[in-house]
């Protein structure tokens, strides 16, 4: 019991996403509200195929900005049907959105070994218009958790240990996230913490080996918007990760979309991973993304990479385009 509080206090205790890049939402509760339609997402990611009881991650996230008003007011803000709202010269004439209110919601079930988490969030954001091209977002993320145990999953070298009289088997902790996001025409960056409240997290009732505890999460990201013509767009970006006491993380990702149809992108995690993605937009209201990470960790021996798949609705949109994301 001591190992394994030891070995989970140490590493990363929420998911990881491959295409946070277009769900940002996931990671930052700053973002609620930020377009001019209802951004509904729903994903599961398998973690290291191929090795037994690797992370597995199911989620739901959904946000809205409040009011019935379009939040972009200028010559482009109402182009005819199936217009194209974020093109080139959309950025030329963009201007800020007024102030606004938008709040959202985040449901994920997280599964590592005998580890289960069910975490439940609702999320709120101001958006101030700083100038005449520029917002900033302030957002935060309040909820609960659900973290349990599972003792037949756990391996032990002498059956009915007696260790086990005191497992907690399930414990209910409240959890807090808060972010800022800074955006423009072509450009994006924002950082959040998660995990805020310090909890302790230990599954004895014995103080001697009841030394987990939850620690905060760092995220920082940046990202810009450059057109190849009317009809390419080229986004580089990049995170940077931080869990104490693990190493800092850092993630370098790119996306080419082609006539707002289809895009491919590439990403690369420091010491961990290549990944390949890949998305359609089906219609005004359907899109659908996949991810392939290959590991290049010490686990490329055991693992058969990790797959990601997210189903995307925008509901509400107004601009009646295929693609209405504002940036990414």
């Known amino acids: 019991m001591l190992l394994f509080n030891g070995v989970y206090s140490n590493a990363q205790q929420r998911p990881q996403y491959t295409q946070y890049i277009f769900n940002n939402f996931l990671l930052n509760p700053a973002l609620s509200g930020i377009e001019n339609y209802t951004d509904f997402k729903a994903g599961y990611r398998k973690q290291w195929a191929g090795i037994n009881d690797a992370p597995q991650t199911t989620f739901a996230a959904v946000h809205w900005s409040l009011g019935d008003k379009y939040l972009w007011k200028n010559p482009l803000s109402q182009p005819d049907k199936n217009d194209d709202p974020r093109s080139d010269d959309y950025t030329q004439n963009y201007t800020a959105s007024p102030a606004h209110h938008g709040v959202g919601a985040i449901v994920f079930y997280d599964k590592a070994g005998p580890l289960s988490t069910v975490n439940a969030s609702l999320t709120y954001a101001y958006h101030l218009q700083l100038a005449g091209t520029l917002n900033l977002s302030v957002g935060v993320a309040a909820g609960i958790k659900r973290v349990n145990l599972n003792n037949r999953d756990l391996v032990l070298e002498t059956e009915n240990d007696p260790a086990l009289r005191n497992t907690i088997v399930g414990q209910t902790k409240p959890d807090l996230a808060m972010g800022v996001w800074l955006y423009g025409a072509q450009f994006f960056a924002g950082a959040s913490v998660q995990q805020i409240l310090p909890q302790k997290l230990a599954f004895t009732t014995d103080n001697i080996y009841a030394l987990g505890k939850e620690v905060p999460h760092v995220f920082v990201t940046a990202g810009y918007k450059l057109y190849v013509d009317d009809e390419i767009s080229f986004i580089p970006s990049f995170m940077l990760k931080y869990v104490k006491p693990a190493p800092l993380s850092f993630d370098a990702n790119v996306k080419m979309s082609f006539r707002d149809r289809f895009w491919v992108g590439g990403s690369y995690r420091h010491k961990d ?27 490329k021996s055991y693992s058969n990479g990790s797959h990601e798949i997210v189903l995307g609705l925008q509901l509400n949109n107004v601009y009646q385009a295929i693609r209405s994301t504002r940036m990414w």
């Open 273 to 299: 991973s290549y990944a390949a993605m890949a998305g359609f937009n089906f219609s005004k209201l359907v899109n659908l993304t996949y991810s392939y990470d290959l590991t290049t960790s010490e686990l």
